[in-house]
């Protein structure tokens, strides 16, 4: 029997949950079966699940066995919200429009906030997504390539860039800083908000098992409120 700890089993875990050999809505191989290939004690097994259980990579549910989570940030003290979803909420019809779409080095702030080499590789998406077709937030973010390199291939016009990372790349932790910034002229317009006017704005990154995932800022038309479970 191997030697290897719960935590090399559980890297072993994340690395199929990375690569896609066990997408989003997967149903995991029994503990016992996994003891077997993996060569491990059950025990062992156990552990690393419940790690990745705590973390929100896996759901597990008594009898019903270990599924890889949907949205991942299910167990986070604020979810990240499908924003579809959100104006859906709301009663209202939600569209998007893509509009910037460029493969780019990481500006200064972006890497330093990642903790990314100076203008590593990234893809950088803006998106207006529209509420009863008036504006309802400008999602402007960065994709670190190394990271995600399917990402080249998705067509964002069809997929917000929200969604897409919701429904297909985990995450284990990350950061959120939210402030009221004043609305810049091009911002304004997006918007349809008075320059100057103070915007609800969300700086969010992310990380999955340390390796950055992505960075973007939510700015929200005038109006918006908003709301978290405690």
Known sequence: MSRRGWQEVQDE???????????????LPAETALAVELG?????????????????LVD?????GTVVAEHPPARAVLTIPV?????EGQGKTWRH??????????PAPISARLHLPARAPMLHLVALHLADKRP????????????LPEAEDVDFHATSPNE???AHVPYTTGDLSISAEPAGE?????????EGAALLTLDRATWNDGRAITAVRLTYAPGYKMRAAL
């Open 83 to 87: 924003i579809r979803k959100e104006v």
């Open 186 to 194: 091009d911002t304004a317009d997006l918007l349809a908000a008075p």
């Open 164 to 166: 897409w990372l919701l």
């Open 136 to 147: 309802f937030l400008l999602e402007d973010r960065w994709l670190n390539l190394a990271a």
């Open 60 to 64: 597990r549910k008594r009898k019903a």
């Open 13 to 27: 875990l994340i690395g199929r949950i990375n690569d896609g050999a066990w997408p989003p809505g997967t149903l």
């Open 40 to 56: 491990v004690a059950r025990t062992t097994v156990n552990r690393a699940l419940r790690g990745l259980a705590e973390s929100g």
């Open 97 to 106: 429009h893509l509009l910037l779409r460029e493969a780019a080095p990481a």
